[in-house]
């Protein structure tokens, strides 16, 4: 089993940044992914940011250029770097652990993040 913890989430204005940081603890070796999830009311889960073990990254289209998904291995934790927000990137925001096969697998979740932006 993998714990995922999560902070960093809160109200911003637009343009503004934020950083969400996901320290994650237990069978680290299990995994060889970790990412950043969304879900804003009324809308399905979405994937924002990936990376892989290898240093791989993956970005959801709406937020290329805007944000990053930095991590720190001696703390085990990820980061999702947030600048240039805006009102539609209001969700909340899961980290999730898994594996990078060929796709996204995600086995392991955190209990989730509010970010808000307002107009």
């Known amino acids: 089993q993998v714990q995922l913890v999560e902070s960093g989430g809160g109200l911003v204005q637009t343009g503004g940044s934020l950083r969400l940081s996901c320290a994650a603890s237990g069978s680290i070796r299990s995994i060889n992914a970790m990412g950043w999830y969304r879900q804003a009311p009324g809308k399905q889960r979405e994937l924002v940011a990936g990376?892989?073990?290898?240093?791989?990254?993956n970005y959801a289209n709406s937020v290329k250029g805007r944000f990053t998904i930095p991590r720190d291995n001696a703390k085990n934790t990820v980061y999702l770097q947030m600048s240039q927000l805006k009102p539609e990137d209001t969700a909340v925001y899961y980290c999730?652990?898994?594996?990078?096969?060929?796709?996204?697998?995600?086995?392991?979740w955190g209990q989730g993040t509010q970010v808000t932006v307002s107009s």
């Open positions: 990376l892989t073990s290898g240093g791989s990254t």
């Open positions: 999730t652990a898994g594996e990078y096969r060929s796709a996204w697998h995600f086995y392991y």
